[in-house]
C-alpha cells in the first residue's frame, strides 16, 4: 500500500523554526519528484515547495523562499521541510504529496502547525 | 503567476443531478489542469488529470472537459459520498495553483 505519513507539525512562536517529516512506503520514492502543499481555511491550498528525484532541482513559492528548505533523503524514504523565521501566515496543514507533471497523484494524511505567541 | 478562478464557489444539489464545475485560467496553460476533491477532515484526492484523464480507480459518473483557460468537471449522477470540496490545479507553469475550490453540499 502507498502511503505517505507526515509529523513534525506542532505550535511554535513568531520567528521560531519547526521540521517536517514525510515518511514513504509503498512506491519507489527515488524515482518522484516530490511536494509540499499547505493549506488555510482563508487561502485555500498553496503548493509550497517541489524536489526533484535526486534534490538537484528544488522550486519554492514566492512567500517561502529564503525561510523554508525542502530536502529528502532517498536512503530513509523520507521528505523533510525545515521552516525557519516562521510567521503567522505560515499556520496551516501542510501535506506531503508525489507530483507528476499531470497532478499529485498521492498525498499525505497532512500536519498541522500553528504559529503564534 | 496563473490565476485560476472557479465558479461556482457554493453548490446546492441533490442525489442523481448532473452538476457542473468551471475553472478558468488567467493564461493557456496547455491543458495540464488537475482536479481534486477533497472531503472534511481528508487529503486532497486527484480525480482527473490532463485535463480530461480519468485517474485510475475514479468511477466514470466524473469527467473533464475543456482547453485554452477554461475547463470544467462534470459529475454525471451525484451520489452520496460526492459531497465534498472541489479543486482545479494547472501544473503548466511554476508556481503550481490551485482554484478557490467549489463546495458541493445538499
Known amino acids: 500500500e502507498v502511503q505517505l505519513v507526515e509529523s513534525g507539525g506542532g505550535l511554535v512562536q513568531p520567528g521560531g523554526s519547526l521540521r517536517l517529516s514525510c515518511a514513504v512506503s509503498?512506491?519507489?520514492?527515488?524515482?518522484?519528484?516530490m511536494s509540499w502543499v499547505r493549506q488555510t481555511p482563508g487561502k485555500g491550498l498553496e503548493w509550497v515547495a517541489s524536489?526533484?528525484?535526486?534534490?538537484?532541482?528544488?522550486l519554492y513559492v514566492e512567500s517561502v523562499k529564503g525561510r523554508f528548505t525542502i530536502s529528502r533523503d532517498n536512503a530513509q524514504n523520507s521528505l523533510y521541510l525545515q521552516m525557519d523565521s516562521m510567521r503567522a501566515e505560515d499556520t496551516a496543514i501542510y501535506y506531503c504529496?508525489?507530483?507528476?507533471?499531470?497532478?499529485?497523484?498521492?498525498w499525505g494524511q497532512g500536519t498541522t502547525v500553528t504559529v503564534s505567541s | 503567476d496563473v490565476q485560476l478562478t472557479q465558479s461556482p464557489s457554493f453548490l446546492s444539489a441533490s442525489v442523481g443531478d448532473r452538476v457542473t464545475i468551471t475553472c478558468r485560467a488567467s493564461?493557456?496553460?496547455?491543458?495540464?489542469l488537475a482536479w481534486y476533491q477533497q472531503r472534511p477532515g481528508k487529503a486532497p484526492k486527484l480525480l482527473i488529470y490532463?485535463?480530461?484523464t480519468l485517474q485510475s480507480g475514479v468511477p466514470s459518473r466524473f469527467s473533464g472537459s475543456g482547453s485554452g483557460t477554461e475547463f470544467t468537471l462534470t459529475i454525471s449522477s451525484l451520489q452520496s459520498e460526492d459531497f465534498a470540496t472541489y479543486y482545479c490545479?494547472?501544473?503548466?507553469?511554476?508556481?503550481?495553483?490551485f482554484g478557490p475550490g467549489t463546495k458541493v453540499d445538499i
Open positions: 504529496a508525489t507530483l507528476k507533471n499531470y497532478g499529485m497523484e498521492v
Open positions: 509503498g512506491f519507489i520514492f527515488r524515482s518522484n519528484w
Open positions: 524536489i526533484n528525484q535526486d534534490g538537484a532541482k528544488i
Open positions: 493564461q493557456g496553460i496547455n491543458n495540464l
Open positions: 490532463a485535463a480530461s
Open positions: 490545479q494547472q501544473l503548466n507553469t511554476y508556481p503550481v495553483t
